[in-house]
């Protein structure tokens, strides 16, 4: 398989990641040759074999459902790009 | 006191004979000197460094000091260390001082260990040879026109300077071992799950572990020992009973059987490499070992394997970085959707959003199966290797890499060459298992060379046995470059 600059550019919007037509071209050839590497993959047979998601059979803990956290928000919102009165600002999504 | 091991320093800190400050000053002034020209520390702050060294001498002073209480220690950039900047090699965190500590890091202050600073590394974890590092590339101490390996590579380049007693690092595929090859240091991967990936920030979240870094395996025994625990705000956190991993050090090898996996001796092994390996096999077996021929047949696919999940794994934990709610956000941007875009293409370099859009696209409609979900299949097949192999030997042996230091910029216009340097140390990420690398000689340009050991899981007592009755036996872990 291989892929298009559209193939890229369509890639970089679902990632949220703004490219330009120069650089998808410069991408779409480093990424064909990672692909090519991974195509390897696709002579095994893996019919029957169990997907391995985690090197550990672990189950997820529970813990009491109690309150934990104290508040910190303020040295939370200290390290953030933009806030006002305790709430993080982007622009404007509703007209 | 630069040569010393950790158990050294801290005896002589028992005695009174030194107290952490003066420790502490004498390497942070190594580190003002031998920085400039290595580039191994993105964040140095001398005025920290002495308070916790001030304190460390408090509790030794009340007779409350554990047993490595006043020994520092430098951390990888990619742990949160709560006041300090924590940038984990990108611009995206360039602005970033953690409002907490890793679980690394609260277990490095409870024993008592001054911080001496947050150690470069390769962009969010991503790379072998630390060129992708916003803060510039780390150079070799043992030839600074070569790179020190990655991801780890300020970790394994202060160590191999002599810059810092011992360093943390991470491994998601090779992370820790390659480096310490390459800068002729000794390091150590756990079993997943042994040390706590809270705080750790994370790149593939499956494969991520974090382990010692310093010049013998007694050392990074006693620093495992500081380092893991159960910790209940990480899910994989193992629940096991506390270990001493340097309770066998000195237990004779007679009876070890090493298995050495056919397929790591194999085409693309440079020879001087090979010869090396093959010299400390021929050195462990004099001390008692035997050795077993062994098959990893699937290892061959642990790149495309791992240049699937990783990415995946690593698509979906960088969504985090949006501009929202903590570092860097694009300047310029007219709506809500232009400013994550600009921000994302701004915040991370090359090599970050290359693997992004890698995960983004095996993880989308039409292709999960195909890639996603066959490689994880693949993953299975390889960890059954390695159990089979574990039927018949105690421990695998074998080159940690295929060569040794290559030269700065020679791979980085080749993003498969570089991933190939990881050949041989993405397989035990993968299964999951604890891996190790130690200096085991040079190349005919003077370049260190490591031998990995990979063990079953949890069997780090065993390895570190192993790799210490061989530093016993040889001393290549106590060369270091003449120049500095």
Redesign the interface.
């Known amino acids: 398989m291989s ?1 298009s600059t559209d ?2 550019k369509r ?9 330009d037509d120069a650089q998808a071209q410069a ?1 779409q050839g ?2 064909n ?10 002579a ?1 047979s ?1 019919a029957g ?8 059979d ?1 189950f ?2 529970l ?1 009491e459902d109690a309150v934990t956290e104290t508040d ?1 928000r303020d ?2 919102q ?5 806030v006002e009165n305790g709430l ?1 600002l ?4 509703v007209e | 006191m630069f040569e010393s091991s950790l158990s050294t320093l801290a005896a002589q800190l028992a005695a009174r004979a030194v107290s952490s400050r003066e420790l502490a000053q004498a390497w942070l002034d190594r580190i003002a000197a031998l920085n400039p020209a290595l580039n191994a520390f993105i964040t140095v702050d001398p005025e920290k460094t002495l308070a916790e060294a001030a304190a460390a001498d408090a509790l030794i002073a009340a007779g409350s000091a554990g047993p490595l209480t006043g020994v520092p220690v430098a951390h990888k950039d990619i742990f949160c260390t709560d006041g300090w900047l924590t940038t984990c090699g990108s611009k995206m965190l360039s602005n970033f001082v953690a409002p907490y500590d890793a679980h690394v890091i609260q277990r490095f202050k409870a024993a008592g260990m001054p911080s001496l600073g947050k150690t470069n590394m390769d962009e969010f974890a991503m790379g072998s040879s630390n060129e992708t590092s916003f803060y510039g590339a780390v150079k070799n101490p043992w030839d600074t026109t070569r790179v020190p390996g990655g991801s780890s590579g300020g970790a394994a380049a202060c160590v191999a300077a002599r810059m810092a007693p011992a360093a943390t690092g991470t491994d998601t595929g090779g992370s820790i071992r390659q480096p310490a090859a390459f800068t002729g240091i000794t390091g150590l991967k756990p079993t997943y799950g042994l040390v706590s990936r809270y705080g750790m920030i994370a790149f593939a979240s499956s494969l991520d572990q974090a382990g010692p870094m310093a010049r013998s395996a007694e050392d990074c025994a006693r620093l495992l020992n500081v380092m893991t625990g159960f910790d209940p705000n990480d899910s994989t956190s193992l629940e096991r009973d506390k270990e001493d991993y340097a309770r066998d050090l000195d237990q004779p090898l007679a009876g070890l059987r090493i298995g050495l996996p056919r397929e790591f001796f194999a085409e693309g092994l440079d020879r001087d490499v090979a010869a090396a390996v093959d010299a400390a096999v021929a050195e462990l077996k004099k001390l008692g070992a035997t050795t077993v021929d062994i098959s990893l047949a699937n290892s061959k696919l642990a790149i495309p394997v791992y240049y699937v999940l990783a990415p995946a794994e690593a698509s979906s934990n960088l969504s985090r970085f949006d501009g929202v709610r903590y570092g860097y956000r694009a300047p310029d941007y007219a709506d809500l959707d232009e400013m994550y875009a600009r921000t994302r293409a701004q915040g991370f370099g090359e090599e970050v959003k290359r693997r992004v859009l890698i995960g983004t696209y095996v993880l989308s409609h039409g292709y999960y199966d195909a890639y996603y979900v066959q490689a994880q299949k693949i993953r299975r097949l390889i960890a059954d290797d390695f159990s089979e192999a574990f039927k018949t030997c105690d421990l695998i042996l074998g080159p940690t890499t295929p060569g040794t230091a290559f030269k700065l910029g020679e791979n980085a216009d080749d993003p498969v060459a570089m991933y190939l340097n990881d050949l041989y140390t993405i397989p035990a990420n993968l299964a999951g298992l604890p891996g190790m690398s130690l200096p085991c000689g040079f190349d005919s340009q003077g370049l260190p060379i490591g031998v990995q050991l990979v063990g079953n899981y949890f069997s780090e007592a065993r390895m570190l046995n192993a790799a210490h009755q061989y530093q016993r036996a040889t001393d290549w872990h106590t060369r270091m470059p003449i120049h500095l």
């Open positions: 892929l193939d890229v890639i970089a919007r679902l990632a949220r990641i703004e490219i991408t480093r990424l040759t990672i692909f090519g590497l991974i195509e390897a993959m696709q095994v893996t074999i169990e997907p391995m998601a985690h090197a550990q672990v997820q803990r813990r910190r040295a939370f200290a390290i953030a790009p933009a993080y982007v622009p404007r999504v």
